[in-house]
């Protein structure tokens, strides 16, 4: 793997929320390789770890750092954006890829409690990771408030109701952040951008390996997600700020 010490991200400080999964492994890795200084969180303490000096090891050494987080306790976050700031100087993004799935055969059978959780997990989460770094986000010359959506959540089916509620209310409070940052750049435009990154699902090599035969039709691996993530900062704020991107075919 390359080192990014001199990278396009070099001296950028990146957040990753939800870094222990998959996705997030992939991202830690093509941030980290891209020369930024990386700073995961998991609620899951050994998967962290093992994220973390994954990808510290893969990208030559660089810089990646992991905390555990409750995203479910506001003042938690708010702890965990300014520590990070305090640290590093500077936070220049925040990566949203805290996830979950609950849905049924029908709309019928939707059972609300899976509503209750997927609330939590995907826009609670939300909520509290943009309040907690977006005065951060807008300081830096260069932030970006990266979301993680589904194409579900502009085309719902029955047995995904509570699922592309969910995504579509992440996606609207990610879309106000980027309103605040369009508002904040006054006449010249913003500095800092909010964007969402729609795709159907993921898939990863465990997934490949586990169902060899699968065609996994229209889901986009972690690390082409990992790079359109990257991609985010090669972009002018204005040209992505409060923008969908899709990483798969838009129904």
Known sequence: MRNGANGPLSGAVIAVAGAGGPAGRAALLRLAEA????????????RLSEAVDAARYASGGATVTGDTVDLLDL??????????????????????LVGGWRGSETFTKTSLDDWDLLELLLVKTVQHTSLAFHEALQRSERGRY????????????????????????????????????????????PTSAATILVVKALVHDA?????????????????DLAEAIADVWNKPAAEVNGTRLWLTEKP
């Open 207 to 223: 997934m490949r390996a586990d169902r060899p035969n699968a065609k996994f039709a229209g889901f986009t691996d972690v690390k």
């Open 35 to 46: 020369g930024a200084t990386v700073v995961g969180a998991d609620n899951d303490p050994q």
């Open 146 to 189: 990266v979301l993680i959506s589904a194409a579900g959540a502009s085309k719902p089916t029955a047995g995904n109701a509570a699922y592309s509620a969910a995504k579509a209310a992440a996606e609207a409070w990610t879309l106000a952040l980027a309103d605040y940052f369009r508002k904040a750049g006054g006449a010249e435009g």
């Open 75 to 96: 003042q938690s976050t708010r702890d965990w954006a300014a520590h990070i700031e305090k640290d590093f100087g500077r936070v220049d993004g925040l990566v949203h």
